[in-house]
C-alpha cells in the first residue's frame, strides 16, 4: 500500500519562505511522477508544481510565478516544494501525489495516491 505522508507546513509571514516535504512508502518512489497541489477553503483543488521519475523535467502553475521549486530525492524517496515569497492568497492546505509513468501532469484525477496535506498558512 503506497502511502504518502507531507511536512513542513506551518504559519509564516507575507514573504516568508517554507519548504514542504513528502516521504512515500511502500512502492517504487522511481516510478512515480509526483506532484503538489493545494486546496484553499471553499476552493476547488488546484495544480502547484509536477515532477517527472528522473527529476530533469518540471511543470509549475502559473501562479507560481518563479517563486516555487519542486525537487525531488530519489534514494530518500521524497519530493520537495520549496516556496518562497509566500502572499496570503498561497492559503491552503497543500498535498503531494503521485502517479505512475513518465508524463508530467496537471489533472487532479490522473494521480493515484495523495497525502493527507499539510497546512500552510501566509499572514499578511
Known amino acids: 500500500q503506497v502511502q504518502l505522508v507531507e511536512s513542513g507546513g506551518g504559519l509564516v509571514q507575507a514573504g516568508g519562505s517554507l519548504r514542504l516535504s513528502c516521504a512515500v512508502s511502500g512502492g517504487t518512489f522511481s516510478t512515480y511522477a509526483m506532484g503538489w497541489f493545494r486546496q484553499a477553503p471553499g476552493k476547488e483543488r488546484e495544480f502547484v508544481a509536477v515532477i517527472n521519475r528522473s527529476g530533469n523535467t518540471t511543470y509549475y502553475g502559473d501562479f507560481v510565478k518563479g517563486r516555487f521549486t519542486i525537487s525531488r530525492d530519489n534514494a530518500k524517496n521524497t519530493v520537495y516544494l520549496q516556496m518562497n515569497g509566500l502572499k496570503p492568497e498561497d492559503t491552503a492546505s497543500y498535498y503531494c501525489?503521485?502517479?505512475?509513468?513518465?508524463?508530467?501532469?496537471?489533472?487532479?484525477?490522473?494521480?493515484?495516491?495523495w497525502g493527507q496535506g499539510t497546512q500552510v498558512t501566509v499572514s499578511s
Open positions: 501525489a503521485a502517479r505512475a509513468g513518465e508524463r508530467v501532469v496537471v489533472t487532479t484525477a490522473l494521480y493515484m495516491y
